[in-house]
Nanobody, 120 residues
Framework: QVQLVESGGGLVQAGGSLRLACVASGSTVSINFMRWYRQAPGKQRELVAT??????DYADSVKGRFTISRDNAKNTMYLQMNSLKPEDTAVYYC???????????????WGQGTQVTVSS
């Protein structure tokens, strides 16, 4: 089992910055890769950024503005969000794909989400 807890959301003006954090606990050694997703009201959840063994990938809508990183010593993943836009307003979720020794297939774990609101 892996538990994920996000923090760092809040209200910010357009053009501002926020840094989200996701602390993982439990069987963190079994984490394959981690991701940030977001879900805006009335919209489907979308993938924002992925980090795996040091490689990263981003949705086109956030490239050049957001940076995903991971501190393995602290079991923490971050999302640095700069030049925020009103369309970035959403609940942001931390996701970890995990394969435990007893698993026959990878499983996804989710945090509870943190609200990010960008005012114009």
């Amino acid at each position: 089992q892996v538990q994920l807890v996000e923090s760092g959301g809040g209200l910010v003006q357009a053009g501002g910055s926020l840094r989200l954090a996701c602390v993982a606990s439990g069987s963190t050694v079994s984490i394959n890769f981690m991701r940030w997703y977001r879900q805006a009201p009335g919209k489907q959840r979308e993938l924002v950024a992925t980090i795996s063994s040091g490689s990263t990938d981003y949705a086109d809508s956030v490239k050049g503005r957001f940076t995903i990183s991971r501190d393995n010593a602290k079991n923490t993943m971050y999302l640095q969000m700069n030049s925020l836009k009103p369309e970035d307003t959403a609940v942001y979720y931390c996701n970890a794909v995990v394969t435990l020794p007893t698993d026959i297939a990878p499983r996804a774990y989710w945090g509870q989400g943190t609200q990010v609101t960008v005012s114009s």
